[in-house]
């Protein structure tokens, strides 16, 4: 009876921790960046992810749905670094979604001075793979 309490109670305290873990990583920002350029209207995506699976990329305004980006499946060690060009997007705001598998990030881009554009994180949602134990 004293070893299954023990167990339990060593169980119990690892979940603990791990949801603790996990919650703390949740606070924090994603290794996603989008960043402005010296060029005009021109904006870079830093993922900053190791992936093999599809990353979307859908660019969105106050009209909706803009355009999407779909960047294909290949082995990113330590990530990619990919360029847009933002001059045809209307108005002063537009929204960016990069999706993976792992997890989304929703960025609203504010225009600033000279075609320079200002990047603030809305949302974070990461995807953890589900466990069961038998």
């Known amino acids: 009876m004293k070893t299954r309490i023990l167990v339990f ?3 119990v305290a690892a979940i603990s ?8 990583a949740q606070g924090q920002s ?11 209207d021109l904006i ?4 900053n992810y190791e ?12 009209d909706g ?3 999407l980006d779909k960047i294909s499946g290949k082995d990113f060690k330590k990530g990619f670094l990919k360029k847009y060009d933002v001059e ?12 993976s598998e ?3 990030a929703t960025y609203k881009m504010v225009s600033a001075k000279n075609g320079k554009w200002s990047a603030q994180l809305e949302k974070t949602t990461y995807n953890y793979p589900t466990v069961a134990l038998n």
């Open 17 to 24: 921790t791990l949801a603790v873990s996990k919650s703390k």
């Open 88 to 99: 045809k997007m209307r108005g002063n705001a537009f929204w960016i979604e990069i999706t």
């Open 9 to 11: 109670g060593a169980v």
């Open 51 to 62: 992936t093999s699976k599809a990353v979307d990329v859908k660019f969105t305004n106050a």
């Open 65 to 67: 749905f803009v355009k």
């Open 30 to 40: 994603p290794e996603i960046r989008i960043i402005s350029t010296n060029e005009r």
């Open 44 to 47: 870079k995506l830093i993922y």
């Open 102 to 104: 792992e997890l989304s």
